[in-house]
């Protein structure tokens, strides 16, 4: 046995906190967006909130003391990813933000709704 100590390896490659941080991210500029340009503060604000909410309780569900503490907050970033993903597509569809913006965030939301329902289903159904 050694006399060194070495700290435990920290898990760096926990791909729905990175991508939902990288998405949050996104969002954040996104708002500056079209508050500047469009002046548009209501739906800028909703997109704000719910978008980086994602993230935020994705960190939370990491931090969770139980198991039903952890699907509890996977759970609400889930629905937060929904109600983002209803406010890129009315801004899309609304020509606030240009399709193709439109398009590269809705795809980043769907990718993390696709990642956050498999984490939801295996942890509702553990053995199937």
């Given at each position: ?30 708002n ?6 469009n ?15 994602i ?6 569900a ?23 993903h209803y ?42």
């Amino acid at each position: 046995m050694s006399g060194k100590w070495t700290k435990p390896r920290q898990q760096t490659d926990n791909i729905i906190q990175e991508k939902s941080y990288s998405f949050a991210l996104r969002v954040i500029q996104l708002n500056k967006l079209i508050i500047t340009e469009n002046k548009e503060f209501v739906i800028g604000r909703q997109i704000l909130k719910s978008g980086t909410s994602i993230g935020a309780n994705i960190e939370e569900a990491i931090g969770a003391q139980s198991r039903k503490d952890f699907l509890s907050k996977v759970s609400i970033s889930y629905k937060e990813a929904r109600e983002t993903h209803y406010w890129l597509r009315l801004l899309r569809d609304s020509k606030i933000i240009k399709p193709n913006l439109a398009d590269s965030l809705l795809e980043d939301c769907t990718e993390l709704l696709k990642i956050i329902g498999s984490i939801i289903k295996t942890l509702k159904n553990p053995h199937s």
